[in-house]
């Protein structure tokens, strides 16, 4: 069984919670109710609220089911949105590595070495070889456990390039759409059934982190 599950409550929950929880989980996944993942998840609502509220007038205007206490501070905590990008940055650093793997794989076809491809993120990065220690410490074995829903999130956005860097504003897009997050959410799980079968992705079912629907 996986270390936990995550369930993305979509259809209970009203703009812009589920998506954060998405992507607050996807940078913090091993760091249950802690602070800093549930700053960042404040943080996402009171940013995509406001958004929202200046990219579609109506939808400020009218009433709209969302918390008092996401307006009780004028402020928005930036450090809490930076750290979250940054690690959200080294998540999908990670899916850039899997995704060409995966795509292989669904389309039946031989999938290229996990080896190549992380050579080639890093060359693309310009970190030479003598940071493979570092690009594993911090970005692989970190990824590792969620790195199955950052590549969910990019297959579901059917879009030829994430935005880089992913800002928490490319996701405003996202945060507001619950058919793009179901689909990511379980286009998540049917990858990380897949990883197992990708050599040099196999990670024990126990370390990964399940993200689930409602």
Known sequence: ???ETVRIRISTLPFPEPGATFLSRLAYPHATNSSEENEFWFAICQRAILARSEIDRDWGRTPQPVRPLFFMSNEIDGEAIRSGETLLERRFIAASIVTPM???RLAGRLPPKAKDLRRRAMRSMNWGAGSST???SRIWSQSRPVVH???G???AIME???IWPPRIDVFFKFLASPELLRRAVI???AIRQEMPLLKG???KEEDTVRFLPD
């Open 160 to 162: 030829p390039a994430l």
């Open 149 to 151: 829903v950052a590549v």
């Open 187 to 189: 286009l998540s799980e």
């Open 134 to 136: 570092t690009f594993s």
């Open 102 to 104: 995966i795509i292989e």
């Open 1 to 3: 069984m996986p270390c």
């Open 153 to 155: 999130y990019l297959l």
């Open 201 to 203: 992705l196999r990670t």
